[in-house]
């Protein structure tokens, strides 16, 4: 009798399952990390959107607030402007009423000519947002001023001051508003022109971007 050959069958087997485990585990690698990439690769593109969202809005505000600024330095620069033109116009009727004084007319003469000073900028200055952006020196000694004024006139008036003597109080306190708070009130002004224009914006450019939206 011929011995039988016995064929070991774990010879071909184990080859086999290594390679399909091999196979398997590089395909689960490769699918892990592939879905990695993926949501690392979404995860980046919300960041990026998210912080691009934030400096534009960023930059919006900035915009915003610089618009806001200059408009308000152009809305001061038309305040003072009208408050020198009203206040210079009511020095020079003081100083008129002054010289008429110098002269001791009658009470009948001084109350047909008291001076009526004209405040419409001035009252309206109440009711602005931009006054408190005008130096508080300003409004100060134009309070004073026009105080002043009406004390001396009603007090020559009533003859409780001589006409002279209210003629000399009277050109005192006009010579101190145009010699010194006027031509600073002016000057203010003008700066105020000069920042805005330094940002390449001319005076009432902004007034007629805010009409035109």
Known sequence: MEPTNHTPENNTKPPIVTQKLTQALKTVDHKELKSTGFWLN??????????????AAQSGLEQALKFDSFSKMEDNYYLRTSLYDEVNDNANTVAEYAERLAKSPPTSEMEFFKPTLE?????????????????????????????RADFIINAAINRKMSAKQASIELAKITDLIKTQTLPALKNSAKQLKMELQQNDISVGSLKELENAN
């Open 119 to 147: 405040k419409y900028i001035w009252k309206t200055m109440q009711f602005s947002p931009t006054t408190l952006e005008t130096p508080s020196e300003f409004l100060t000694r134009i309070r004073r001023f026009y105080s």
């Open 42 to 55: 979404q995860f980046f593109m919300v960041i990026s959107t998210v912080f691009g969202v934030f400096l």
